[in-house]
């Protein structure tokens, strides 16, 4: 079944391609004989394979004859190897004359072939001997598509030649659909006989994985698809490429429904069932999978050999998989197709029967699939129930994502008008708290501001703090801000919950980097928390925040015990946020201002694994790996960073988890150079930070102003400067001493380029706020002064730019960066002492040893712009960046031969880009691959080209194999 769009990719085949045509050309020695068999359901893609790996067999300088089995019953005998050899000889050209007059001397012994008492095996041998004379010493390949339908004396050919009865090199590469080797086939047996041939493969050919699937419809619909629409076509293809390319098109199309090719091929095979399987399938299309053999048998009431004889009749024809758990259908669309097949009568008796079997056995009850089968059965009464049932079972098990789609069952249900006396304010407020835990934060919004509505009066307390926390979540910190402090000054506020919202409100203030604000409002709610029993939640948040506080204002280890100590309060008491928040604030805490950023990742990545255990991946996993992401890439492991990034967004968060999350993201593709990449991200949070506070919003700016500045618009980064300092609410010294150097390296690029004027005012005010900054740090924990100092010792060193670049001051930065551990700076350090010496002609040979050490880092990092920036200087000042060939040359010597790891200056992610670059994979299928953008891949390619020396893919796959076959 192949299909009519001949440009889509082959995808998730590149190992079995390599795999046959080793079995079929790389294993076989002259004389000797070989056969792949491909299995697989209809549409899995066995044609294209045929035609892919016969065009590579030809390119090695094989011979091959391609035919096909007809459907039919009355076929001449051989007849796929006369179609074959007939299209062979329509394809010779004149020069071919010898071939062409074997070809025809075989094709017309077969028409003067008459029955004789020599038998079917003389005429075996002379079709033997025609082959051999054709192929004139050259591998002879057959290829053969539809082999369910071979006739019989081509079977006995088969059999015959593979026996190496023939004297002929030859290889049969062969597909058979699956579904049709049902009972007494005659090729069951034939194939039996093959597999003892040591030479003779069968493979089964498996439909595509998750990732194959989304990368074919991708290049079917000539974009990368939406999350929800990717799942869609994974889920009602079942990842054979057929129905992909179909669904795909529909999609590029703008077709809605199924397509009639699709509907009317999956009927076909359901109608060729026999009657009792006919009915399996369309019960387990109206299930629930798996669909257990106990609950189908209740449901089809049939005796159970019967009912055994009929699951494996659709099993066989690939309509269902069978497992320990039950029965699957293996293509979701046949319970689309099969749905407009069923009365409505006949459909929703199917469900009434699971509903009564699946209540009559309370051992084996599920909820979920109760209140699916009674709401479909037309009775919403007894749905509810199990809805609601099913919804409180999953957020005990930390299900909340399982758990909003039940309760806004149960919504949907309590508006029928057959569930009188529902409480919709009851289901209303836990629809919206079981949105907001997975991720959904709009719709946790839109639901409570119905139960508002619903409820009706003034906003009570509680309602003011729900809200307040869904819009903190959203990443609307001002409005949440505004909300906390409605809630505090309520008349109707408890002690208790004013203790709530005192707790919610130091961890936003916190999030705000307004530390000494958090710390009043964490020992306001840890003082009202003391007088209520119950409080451990709020004792957990105020106990992070005041840790936090105190270890950023005051004294860091006195801080980090209390945070420690919010951990173990979380852990014992067990609530999946509180647990989620301690990990937060402590591994942020440590990769941040305290510079700790070892023990801050494994704290980071352990609390990861913790709270996703507990349900809260979309949300604070998210954020938890967003902050190992920023620690990774601070100590210079850029390529671990962009797998914790790339793992972290297939959760799709949202609000302010994915703020986080892209902030991180952009840092990499900011020092990877790649501008769209970063460019799309930094829009992106813009958008969703409406509102937001500076410990967000600096960070964005200062990532601006560095692009820009990769992209020569230092103008465009003096704006984005400019407007980060009017942020002046944060107490993160941190964060506006990193904006502060991006706005003085911003205007000496200026002076450097001489593209822009520097601003003489610009200078001033950013001069004025470093000093601010280092007089505020001063009052600082001894950690965050030593970040400070940093990012202060790059800022002096930028001003001296602008009047002749002073290289004690370069040197002094690359010391501070060099003791934190923080690579990517002290490598910029180190090119611009480089540069302030080439310009002084001073200590050449110092600042040739300078741009190495820079050269090797930006390398390592991938850091393509920096790594540009180096090679322009060094190509200036001719100073060769590779030690060696440096070395060689003030010896006098020759350059020596390569080292024995070609790869050797290639980092972990630009190794596996290589590897699916000599794979043949475009940049675009290995971003998919890889979870990357294209032109993130590009960049990487780019500078495996550079580090290698070649110029093209093909040399560089040569470098991949030849290192790996070393």
């Known amino acids: ?78 007849h796929p190897l006369l179609q074959a050899l007939r299209r062979f000889d329509a394809d010779l050209s ?97 194939l039996t006989e093959l597999r003892r041939l040591r030479t003779v493969r069968v493979l089964d050919l498996a439909p595509l994985d998750r990732a194959g699937t989304e990368r074919l419809a991708a290049a079917v619909v000539g974009r990368e698809l939406a999350s929800d629409a990717a799942e869609q076509v994974w889920q009602r293809s079942g990842g054979n490429p057929f129905v992909i390319e179909e669904l795909a098109r529909d999609l590029r199309d703008g077709r809605d429904g199924l397509s009639e090719t699709l509907r009317e091929i999956f009927l076909a095979r359901v109608d060729a069932l ?83 079997a699946l209540t009559a056995a309370p051992a084996e009850l599920h909820q979920a699939r109760l209140a699916h089968h009674w709401r479909l059965a037309g009775e919403p009464a007894r749905a509810l129930p199990a809805a609601v049932a099913a919804a409180q079972e999953a957020e005990r098990l930390h299900g ?37 835990h997975c991720g959904e934060h709009a719709r946790a919004l839109a639901l409570l501001e119905e139960l508002a509505v619903v409820q009706g009066g003034e906003p009570s307390c509680a309602l003011h703090i729900r809200r307040a926390r869904y819009l903190a979540a959203a990443g609307r910190s001002a409005l949440a801000e505004e909300e906390y402090q409605r809630a505090l000054e309520a008349a109707d506020c408890s002690t208790g919950e004013r203790a709530t919202a005192a707790a919610h409100l130091a961890e936003l203030l916190l999030h705000l980097g307004r530390y000494a604000d958090a710390g009043r409002r964490a020992r306001e709610a840890l003082a009202l928390a003391a007088t209520v029993e119950g409080s451990t939640t709020e004792v957990v948040l105020a106990s992070s925040a005041l840790g936090f506080s105190e270890a950023y204002l005051e004294d860091p280890d006195a801080g980090l015990a209390v945070m420690r100590q919010a951990l173990d309060t979380a852990e014992r008491a067990g609530r999946p946020e509180d647990v989620a928040c301690a990990y937060l604030h402590l591994a942020e805490l440590l990769t941040g201002p305290l510079n700790i950023l070892e023990e801050g990742v494994v704290v980071a990545r352990r609390g990861a694994e913790r709270v996703a255990e507990l349900g809260l991946g979309r949300t604070w996993e998210t954020r938890l790996l967003a902050i190992a992401t920023n620690g990774l890439f601070r100590v210079g492991q850029w390529a671990e960073a962009e797998k914790v990034v790339a793992a972290a967004l297939r959760h799709r968060p949202s609000g302010a988890d994915a703020v986080e999350l892209l902030l991180a993201r952009c840092r990499l593709s900011v020092g990877y150079g790649d501008i769209t990449a970063a460019d799309r991200d930094l829009d992106a949070v813009a958008t969703v930070l409406a509102g937001g506070g500076a410990r967000h919003v600096i960070p964005l700016l200062t990532l601006r102003a560095g692009l820009a500045m990769w992209e020569g618009r230092h103008d465009v980064a003096r704006q984005a400067v400019q407007r980060g300092l009017t942020e002046s609410r944060s107490d993160d010294v941190t964060i506006l001493s990193a904006l502060v150097w991006h706005g003085l390296r911003a205007e000496a690029e200026a002076h450097a380029s001489r593209t822009v004027a520097v601003d003489p005012t610009a200078v001033r005010r950013l001069r004025d706020v470093a000093e601010r900054v280092a007089r505020k740090s001063a009052s600082a924990a001894r950690p965050v002064r030593s970040v400070v100092d940093g990012f202060l010792a790059l800022c002096a060193a930028e001003v001296s730019r602008l009047d002749g670049s002073d ?39 110092t600042a040739a040893k300078l741009l190495r050490e820079a050269y090797r880092v930006a390398q390592g990092l991938g850091a ?39 790869l050797a200056t290639l980092t972990a992610r630009e190794r596996e880009v290589l590897a699916l670059v000599a794979e043949g994979l475009t940049n675009k299928e290995i971003g998919q691959r890889l979870f990357i953008s294209e032109r993130t891949i590009g960049v990487h390619v780019s500078h495996i080209f550079d580090k290698l020396q070649v110029r093209t893919r093909v040399q560089a796959s040569a470098i991949q194999l030849r290192n790996r076959r070393g």
């Not at 790389?26 to 299995?39: E, R, S, Y």
């Not at 038998?119 to 033997?128: F, I, P, Q, Y």
């Not at 508006?415 to 919206?432: M, N, S, W, Y």
């Open 1 to 78: 079944m192949a299909s009519d769009v001949d440009t889509a990719p082959l995808v998730g085949r590149a190992e079995l391609v390599q795999t046959v045509r080793s079995a079929l050309l790389g294993d076989v020695t002259h004389g000797q004989t070989a056969a792949v068999f491909l299995t697989g359901e209809s549409g899995v893609g066995k044609t294209r394979l045929l035609g892919e790996i016969g065009a590579r067999l030809r390119d090695q300088g094989a011979l091959v004859l391609t035919g096909s089995c007809l459907d039919i019953g009355d076929a001449s005998p051989l």
């Open 94 to 190: 004149a020069a071919q004359a010898r071939t062409s007059s074997a070809v025809r001397g075989l094709l017309q012994m077969f028409a003067d072939e008459t029955a004789g008492p020599d038998g079917a095996g003389a005429l075996l041998e002379r079709v033997s001997r025609g082959l051999h004379l054709i192929a004139e010493g050259r591998p002879l390949v057959l290829i053969l598509d539809d082999l369910q339908w071979v006739d019989r004396s081509t079977r006995q050919l088969l059999l015959y030649l593979l026996a190496g009865l023939g004297d002929l090199q030859l290889s049969v590469l062969a597909a058979v659909r699956a579904e049709s080797l049902q009972g007494a086939h005659p090729l069951r047996r034939v």
């Open 274 to 356: 026999p009657q009792h399987a006919h009915a399996v399938v369309h019960a387990v299309a109206a299930g629930v999978e798996p669909v257990e053999h106990w609950l189908l048998a209740e449901v089809l009431r049939l005796p159970e050999e019967e009912l055994i004889e009929a699951a494996r009749a659709a099993v066989a024809h690939r309509l269902l998989v069978g497992a320990d758990d039950g029965y699957r259908l293996r293509h979701r669309l046949v319970a689309e197709v099969l749905a407009h097949e069923l009365l409505p009568a006949e459909r929703s008796g199917l469900h009434r029967r699971y509903a009564e």
């Open 400 to 436: 909340y994502a399982e758990a909003h789609r039940h309760w806004s069952a149960a919504l949907q249900l309590a508006g029928d008008p057959g569930t009188p006396g529902v409480d919709r304010v009851e289901l209303l407020g836990h629809a919206a708290e079981a949105a907001h």
């Open 807 to 845: 290289p004690e001051l370069w040197a002094n930065s690359v010391a501070e960066w060099e003791r934190r551990n923080h690579p990517y700076p002290a490598a910029y350090s180190r090119l611009r002492q480089a540069e302030a010496l080439l310009a002084r002609r001073s200590r050449v040979a």
């Open 864 to 902: 393509v712009p920096l790594t540009s920036e180096i090679r322009e200087l060094a190509g200036r000042a001719r100073v060769s960046l590779e030690e060696r060939e440096a070395t060689d040359r003030l010896r006098g010597a020759t350059p020596t031969e390569p080292a024995d790891d070609e």
